[in-house]
């Protein structure tokens, strides 16, 4: 397998991790929306649009679901 085929694959990875995260937090009440916009992931929280890195929003739901439950 090639580089750039890796570098894909942890890519797909990290949308699939993402969006798993993304769905337990509306699932569990907190947050409204998420998803990608701008090259930046978007999470409807609060009332409140906030725009990170994948990585940061990824960092974020963790910790988000982490103190719910």
Excluded: C, T, W
Excluded at 43 to 52: A, I, K, M, P, T
């Amino acid at each position: 397998m090639d580089e750039e085929m890796m570098q894909r694959e942890v890519e797909a990875m990290s949308i699939n991790r993402l969006n798993e995260l993304g769905n337990r937090a509306i699932q569990a009440g907190l947050i409204a929306r998420h998803g990608y916009y701008q090259g930046q992931y978007e999470l409807l929280h609060q009332g409140n649009s906030v725009l990170l890195s994948p990585e940061e929003a990824e960092n974020y739901l963790e910790n988000l679901l982490h103190k719910a439950a």
